[in-house]
């Protein structure tokens, strides 16, 4: 079963304010210098739509409302990688000191199959991997390029995938796997980079306003619609991290979770991208699905199963498309290391946490045995101490995530409905929304009772328990699985103990041992110990008021 992107499609029931027409905010720019790429037409691959658009509004948004001079910015709707790399040259020859260099390219994005680095494909490349790696421009180049000016910073903002797909969804090169990018930010010092999509995501369009959906959010963005957005007091002004804060949460409710913006930044003071005479706030839910976009049929889905739809035992899945990523964690506790790479299989995963409705169907159709709530087996939170008792009703909601079940338990629903518990490694790299380096599913801002159900400030959020799945969109992974941090933690398949090796294909722990693998922290956790790469070993007869778990699928990709 091959699921490709759900790719998302415009309806009428609100209109998308234009980005296209010339705002003049009255800001001057003088200092400043650009070279604006978009490449629409590729002569060897399949087309960019809307690629040119994009270019020329982000021009024309340099020149009117950032008041860049008009000759100062290169605007390139065709191009190879030298006419790229010479376009940078020139624009370093004109950028004055304290300026800033702008870099913006739509198009086709790649990984090379050498470094693992992000590439920006030229007009000319062609559909094989190493014609990728010599016709695409690395991060590295374009910061190499830049590196003669005199600017007091580098901002490429790229909107342009790696997981080598277009715009509509179509493998660049068919049925060829992308390895997650590893990130390169060239000179940190003097370098914001400010990424569409990230890992194995999908930059997808936005066919409400003709262009694609983060330049569109990033223009609307710099008109001003991202003015007070982390302070809530506009001021006239969008710094990077107001306009970063509300493409990311534009773009993640237009996509349902599935993209999400990647920004590098260089430390120091806020960097002011506008000012002057803006649109003013507007709020980032008018992208939100499913008012503004709505799901299109997937291709070649499975008869009986539609990607975020829940199946006949009222479970949702979600598809995480498989690569390559580096697990484990220097920043944690002893047994999160070494960090080691590891290839994972496509899957789906439920995108919740099981929860006590749905292991009653298991009960009831006699697959499965009841939870252990009342019979004083289940280790409860006693006010000092965890001590075997009866959970509590505030835990027991139809819509809770089931707990107090072992881990017998657990694999006999995964085998009722079809799945199996996950690996670490696949949990893991869904909790890291598909291998990427964040330090939780949503990425590296702080846990907080904002994003999952935790102990801060009091345990459950204040609650003492759990609350309802998926109760905390905002802390979801990108391919949107809910409470992969916090809420209850959750058994995986793996034997407890030290990693693999290196390289290992779908890696499933040591044959043998005493203790299972314990993933995600639960409503009893602080905020560190939610991180994506914590791992606890439990008995597998264990059965807690604080531990539950999720099911996967394997993908066939026959």
């Known amino acids: 079963m091959l699921l490709p992107p759900i790719l998302l499609t415009a309806v009428t029931s609100q209109a998308s304010p234009s980005v296209d027409a010339p705002l003049r905010a009255g800001m001057e720019s003088p200092l400043d210098a650009a070279v604006v790429v978009g490449l629409e037409d590729y002569a060897f691959v399949p087309d960019v739509p809307m690629a040119h658009r994009d270019a020329s509004a982000f021009r024309d948004w340099l020149v009117f409302t950032r008041g860049v001079p008009a000759n100062q910015v290169q605007l390139l709707t065709e191009g190879n990688r030298e006419q790229i790399v010479d376009a940078l040259a020139t624009a370093a020859g004109q950028v004055q000191a304290d300026g800033i260099l702008w870099f913006y390219f739509a198009g086709h994005g790649a990984v090379s199959t050498t470094t693992g680095s992000p590439l920006l494909l030229g007009d000319d490349a062609r559909g094989e991997g190493s014609v990728f790696d010599r016709r695409g421009v690395t991060l590295t180049e374009i910061a190499k390029a830049a590196g003669s000016g005199r600017q007091a910073r580098l901002v490429a903002v790229v909107d342009a995938c790696n997981a080598g797909l277009g715009r509509d969804g179509a493998e660049l090169i068919p049925g060829m796997r992308w390895a997650i990018p590893v990130a390169e930010p060239?000179?940190?010092?003097?370098?914001?980079?400010?990424?569409?999509?990230?890992?194995?995501?999908?930059?997808?369009?936005?066919?409400?306003?003709?262009?694609?959906?983060?330049?569109?959010?990033?223009?609307?963005?710099?008109?001003?619609?991202?003015?007070?957005?982390?302070?809530?007091?506009?001021?006239?002004?969008?710094?990077?991290?107001?306009?970063?804060?509300?493409?990311?949460?534009?773009?993640?409710?237009?996509?349902?979770?599935?993209?999400?913006?990647?920004?590098?930044?260089?430390?120091?003071?806020?960097?002011?991208?506008?000012?002057?005479?803006?649109e003013g706030r507007v709020d980032a839910t008018i992208l939100a699905a499913p008012t503004s976009l709505v799901r299109t049929t997937p291709v070649a889905v499975a008869e009986t199963l539609a990607v975020g739809e829940a199946d006949a035992n009222g479970i949702a899945w979600a598809h995480v498309p498989g690569g390559t990523f580096q697990m484990g964690s220097t920043a944690g506790d002893a047994d999160e290391r070494p960090i080691h790479g590891v290839?994972?299989?496509?899957?789906?995963?439920?995108?919740?946490?099981?929860?006590?409705?749905?292991?009653?169907?298991?009960?009831?159709?006699?697959?499965?045995?009841?939870?252990?709530?009342?019979?004083?087996?289940?280790?409860?939170?006693?006010?000092?101490?965890?001590?075997?008792?009866?959970l509590p009703e505030g835990f027991r909601a139809g819509d809770h995530p089931v707990v107090?079940?072992?881990?017998?338990?657990?694999?006999?629903?995964?085998?009722?409905?079809?799945?199996?518990?996950?690996?670490?490694?696949?949990?893991?790299?869904?909790?890291?929304?598909?291998?990427?380096?964040?330090?939780?599913?949503?990425?590296?801002?702080?846990?907080?009772?904002?994003?999952?159900?935790?102990?801060?400030?009091?345990?459950?959020?204040?609650?003492?328990a759990t609350w309802p799945a998926c109760s905390h969109p905002q802390g979801n992974t990108v391919q949107g699985l809910c409470d992969m941090a916090g809420n209850a933690s959750e058994w995986v398949a793996d034997w407890y103990g030290s990693y693999g090796g290196n390289g290992l294909t779908n890696p499933s722990g040591p044959a043998k041992g005493t203790l299972r693998v314990v993933k995600g922290g639960s409503w009893f956790s602080f905020p560190r110990l939610v991180r994506a790469t914590v791992r606890v070993g439990f008995a597998p007869t264990d059965r807690c008021a604080d531990v539950g778990f999720r099911i996967v699928r394997d993908v066939d990709r026959r």
């Open 186 to 278: 060239p000179s940190p010092a003097r370098t914001t980079l400010w990424m569409g999509a990230w890992g194995n995501q999908f930059a997808r369009p936005y066919d409400a306003a003709q262009h694609g959906l983060f330049t569109y959010a990033v223009i609307g963005a710099l008109r001003g619609w991202a003015d007070g957005e982390t302070t809530g007091k506009p001021d006239g002004t969008v710094d990077i991290a107001e306009a970063s804060a509300w493409v990311e949460r534009a773009v993640r409710l237009a996509s349902e979770q599935q993209q999400v913006p990647h920004l590098e930044n260089a430390p120091g003071e806020p960097l002011v991208l506008v000012r002057g005479n803006l």
């Open 343 to 390: 290839v994972v299989d496509d899957f789906l995963m439920s995108r919740t946490e099981v929860t006590f409705s749905q292991f009653q169907r298991c009960v009831d159709a006699g697959a499965c045995t009841s939870p252990h709530l009342s019979d004083g087996s289940c280790f409860v939170w006693g006010g000092s101490q965890w001590v075997k008792g009866d």
């Open 404 to 464: 107090c079940v072992d881990h017998a338990q657990a694999l006999a629903f995964a085998r009722w409905a079809g799945g199996r518990l996950p690996t670490e490694a696949e949990w893991e790299y869904a909790a890291r929304s598909g291998g990427r380096k964040d330090t939780f599913p949503w990425g590296d801002d702080a846990a907080d009772c904002l994003r999952a159900v935790l102990d801060d400030g009091g345990a459950g959020c204040g609650q003492s």
